[in-house]
């Protein structure tokens, strides 16, 4: 997953301040960050989908999880929606024939935008972990300790170990990776796998800096995860049950790279569509 990094979802929000009141827009996210640095959204979804009983069209939503500091001082509050849906479901079912091949039950899921000052803003993302409810609530939940609440540690979602009363994450090996501030967890993204690393530091949630793939959920491959030819999709694969995304799994979006060439968002454009106004 090697690339240069261009963001594509944020430099828009600078279009929408200008477009509202001085008063106003410094409210609204901008984003006036580097090339090569990534913008991610820890987000929880709020409805379960499933290949065996959702179809093509099916909405899909989410909400972040913490607040998305961006370079300008602007942020985006947990609780914003983001929004899609499902592109494909196609439920497994077991092929009794002798020595037969199974064929995988799929669901593939498009996340197609976010909502921040009462504007629609698309999304270009690839889905560099997710994890499903119980792995979710066991990085929430306190290892047991001797009894003192101010040293309870959880398990971030990969591994790192967050301490209530201290500021610092570490990785199993004892390493600081990331920081326990502002009501949620920051961290410079580090490579592993098929994730690459990020040199500024970004809002991570209940996730390691390090985490990649999918967590708790068993057999099931994640096929496609978004990319630059398929931006957004999330694509899960099973060869021994249906696959479903539960109510309450969480996940780790992270902006794509520009297309070569290009001198503005896709999400720029769209805005341009729209008049630049953001609208409250």
Aim: proline content about 7%; glycine content about 8%; overall charge positive.
């Amino acid at each position: 997953m090697s690339r240069p990094r261009v963001l594509l979802l944020f430099p828009l929000f600078s279009s929408i301040a200008l477009a509202q009141s001085a008063s106003t827009a410094s409210t609204v996210p901008a984003l006036a960050q580097k090339p090569n640095e990534p913008v991610t959204l820890p987000i929880v979804l709020t409805r379960s989908v499933s290949a065996e009983t959702s179809h093509a069209g099916d909405p899909v939503f989410a909400r972040t999880t913490q607040r998305v500091q961006l370079a300008n001082g602007a942020v985006i509050p947990p609780g914003a929606t983001v929004s899609g849906y499902v592109l494909q479901a196609v439920p497994f079912v077991y092929d009794r024939t002798p020595y037969a091949k199974q064929r995988p039950g799929t669901l593939t899921i498009q996340f197609d935008s976010i909502a921040v000052k009462g504007s629609s803003v698309p999304l270009q993302v690839t889905i560099r972990a997710m994890a499903d409810p119980l792995s979710s609530w066991g990085a929430r939940t306190p290892n047991q300790s001797a009894g003192d609440s101010s040293i309870e540690t959880m398990t971030q979602v990969g591994g790192d170990q967050l301490t209530r009363a201290q500021s610092e994450v570490v990785s199993p090996h004892g390493d600081v990776v990331a920081y326990n501030r502002h009501g949620g967890v920051y961290a410079h993204l580090i490579a592993s796998r098929e994730c690459d690393a990020s040199s500024t530091e970004v809002s991570v949630g209940i996730f390691s800096a390090s985490a990649c793939g999918l967590y708790g959920y068993g057999e099931v491959t994640a096929e496609d995860r978004g990319s630059l030819a398929n931006p957004s999709k999330l694509t899960l694969s099973s060869t021994r049950y249906s696959p479903k995304i539960w109510k309450n799994s969480t996940a780790l979006l992270e902006t794509l790279p520009l297309q070569p060439g290009s001198n503005r968002t896709r999400a720029e454009v769209a805005i341009a569509g729209h008049g630049g106004a953001a609208g409250q």
